[in-house]
C-alpha cells in the first residue's frame, strides 16, 4: 500500500494512532534514516525539549525514586561495547567519524572496550548516537 500524505496529513494520521502504534511508526522512519539524519533528529529533541537523551535513558530506567547528584564531567570516552550484528555499518561510521583507514575502523569495531577516544559531552553525544544507528553497543565514560 503506497499513500502519500502531505504534512498535515500525515500529522492527523500519525496523532490517530494509540501510543503502540505510534512508536512503531517512529521505529520504521527513523531505520530509513541515514547516521547523520538520526543525529541531527536526537539533537532537534533533546534541544526542543531541553532534555539530555543519557538522563532521560538513565531515569526511565531507573526504578528508585531518589535521584542522584552526578557531577558534571568535561570530557567523555566514547567506547564500543559491541559492533553488533550490522558490523560493516559500524565499520563505516567509525571509518568517517575518526577519519581513518578502513583497516584501522575494523580493528576498532572487532575489539571489544575499544575506545575510540576523548570529546566534549556534545561530541560524544553525537559519535555515540551514530554509532548506536549504524548498530553497535556504545557507552561513554
Do not use: H, W
Given at each position: 500500500m503506497n499513500v502519500q500524505l502531505?504534512?498535515?496529513?500525515f500529522?492527523?494520521?500519525?496523532l490517530g494512532l494509540n501510543s503502540?502504534?505510534?512508536?512503531?511508526?517512529?521505529?520504521s522512519i527513523s531505520a530509513e534514516l541515514t547516521n547523520s539524519e538520526t543525529v541531527n533528529v536526537v539533537n532537534a529533541l533533546a534541544e526542543k525539549y531541553g532534555v539530555n537523551p543519557?538522563?532521560?535513558?538513565?531515569?526511565?530506567?531507573?526504578?528508585?525514586?531518589?535521584?542522584?547528584?552526578?557531577?558534571?564531567?568535561?570530557?567523555?570516552?566514547?567506547?564500543?561495547?559491541?559492533?553488533?550484528?550490522?558490523?560493516?555499518?559500524?565499520?563505516k561510521a567509525i571509518k568517517e567519524i575518526l577519519k581513518c583507514s578502513l583497516g584501522d575502523?575494523?580493528?576498532?569495531?572487532?575489539?571489544?572496550?575499544a575506545s575510540?577516544?576523548?570529546?566534549?559531552?556534545?561530541k560524544a553525544d553525537e559519535i555515540a548516537a551514530a554509532l548506536?544507528?549504524?548498530g553497535a553497543k556504545v557507552v561513554l565514560k
Amino acid at each position: 500500500m503506497n499513500v502519500q500524505l502531505n504534512k498535515d496529513g500525515f500529522i492527523k494520521a500519525f496523532l490517530g494512532l494509540n501510543s503502540e502504534d505510534r512508536i512503531d511508526v517512529m521505529v520504521s522512519i527513523s531505520a530509513e534514516l541515514t547516521n547523520s539524519e538520526t543525529v541531527n533528529v536526537v539533537n532537534a529533541l533533546a534541544e526542543k525539549y531541553g532534555v539530555n537523551p543519557d538522563i532521560a535513558a538513565s531515569s526511565s530506567s531507573d526504578s528508585s525514586s531518589t535521584q542522584e547528584v552526578v557531577e558534571e564531567k568535561s570530557s567523555f570516552s566514547v567506547i564500543i561495547e559491541s559492533a553488533g550484528s550490522q558490523k560493516v555499518q559500524v565499520i563505516k561510521a567509525i571509518k568517517e567519524i575518526l577519519k581513518c583507514s578502513l583497516g584501522d575502523a575494523k580493528a576498532k569495531a572487532e575489539e571489544a572496550g575499544a575506545s575510540l577516544g576523548e570529546f566534549d559531552k556534545a561530541k560524544a553525544d553525537e559519535i555515540a548516537a551514530a554509532l548506536t544507528s549504524a548498530g553497535a553497543k556504545v557507552v561513554l565514560k
